[in-house]
């Protein structure tokens, strides 16, 4: 494994737990922060960060929640860092451009895809655990509206494990987004992409692999043949009998989308509300779906990093 010279502690600041792990070689696995602040609603969003944290230490790896607090980047947050994170008002979701500025003026917030696998890969984590990534909105051809999630991890060497991207996109066209970018995807045990609360989208994926030892050899592949510092996307599909009904998913999803054009919401507003729409219309299925799908991706992404760390 490849090390890299740390930023200081005042911009960046490993846990005590975390950056012994990394010191030793020991397997960890990244958390985002922004389902914790924006995600959930209060208290439950705590409780799922602290489920979540304990799914990885049942695997034998150690959880790195990623935030950032008074303009520090923590890798890594202690039970008082997760209360901020639940319960405090006004916190910022921060992407990877919002890092310097928020450095800069010491300002609180919860870590996107994008934010979080760039402090991730700059502390030497190598595995991050997510529900569904960013990508290319619908109608983008009239806006241009594409998630920074794509461009990061098109130059940023860390692994994902996700359940696709979410199903309010326009997955096509985010595949295609990523092919081009060169960040190589895989189902983990499917020929099919997930489709974040559904077990597919309906779109084939080229790749699969069926072991963690199968991702942590692709792995040590994307180093030893150097290149671009592109990402690894594991496809990780919610299992059936957790999914969102599909009908239910396509009526919903098809409302929210009207709802939005009538009300002229755009930009960065389209994704929470949509996504809010959803819970809403499906009484709440969607977010145990969603939860559904986090769980067993945080589950795999430990089995990766353990077969990263032992060298599988």
């Not at 098809?254 to 960065?268: F, P």
């Amino acid at each position: 494994m490849r090390t890299t010279q740390q930023p200081p502690d005042n911009v960046l600041r490993p846990s005590e737990e975390v950056a012994e792990a990394l010191a030793q070689g020991s397997p960890v696995v990244a958390l985002e922060s922004t389902i914790i602040s924006h995600g959930l609603p209060q208290p439950r969003n705590l409780e799922v960060a602290a489920e979540l944290e304990e799914i990885v230490r049942e695997e034998g790896a150690v959880p790195a929640t990623i935030a950032v607090l008074d303009g520090v980047a923590h890798i890594g947050l202690d039970a008082a860092g997760l209360q901020r994170i639940a319960s405090e008002s006004g916190l910022r979701k921060l992407g990877l451009r919002d890092l310097p500025l928020a450095a800069a003026l010491k300002a609180s917030g919860a870590t996107t895809v994008s934010a979080t696998s760039f402090l991730a890969a700059r502390a030497g984590i190598r595995v991050f655990a997510t529900g569904g990534l960013g990508g290319v909105h619908r109608e983008w051809t009239a806006d241009q509206d594409e998630s920074a999630d794509l461009d990061a991890l098109s130059r940023t060497r860390i692994t994902v494990v996700c359940a696709g991207v979410k199903s309010i996109l326009d997955v096509p066209a985010t595949l295609q987004r990523l092919e081009t970018r060169g960040v190589t995807v895989a189902g983990f045990r499917t020929d099919e992409f997930p489709g974040f609360y559904l077990h597919t989208s309906g779109r084939p994926v080229e790749w699969r692999i069926e072991t963690p030892q199968e991702a942590a050899a692709a792995m040590r592949a994307q180093d030893a043949l150097g290149g671009p510092e592109t990402a690894l996307i594991v496809a990780n599909p919610v299992p059936r009998d957790q999914q969102l009904d599909p009908g239910l998913h396509d009526r919903v999803l098809a409302e929210a989308l009207a709802a939005a054009e009538r009300e002229e919401v755009t930009g960065q507003a389209i994704t929470p509300f949509l996504l809010g729409y959803l819970v809403r219309g499906t009484g709440g299925a969607s977010l145990e779906a969603n939860l559904a799908a986090v769980r067993g991706n945080v589950r795999l992404a430990a089995g990766i990093a353990r077969s990263w760390s032992r060298g599988d």
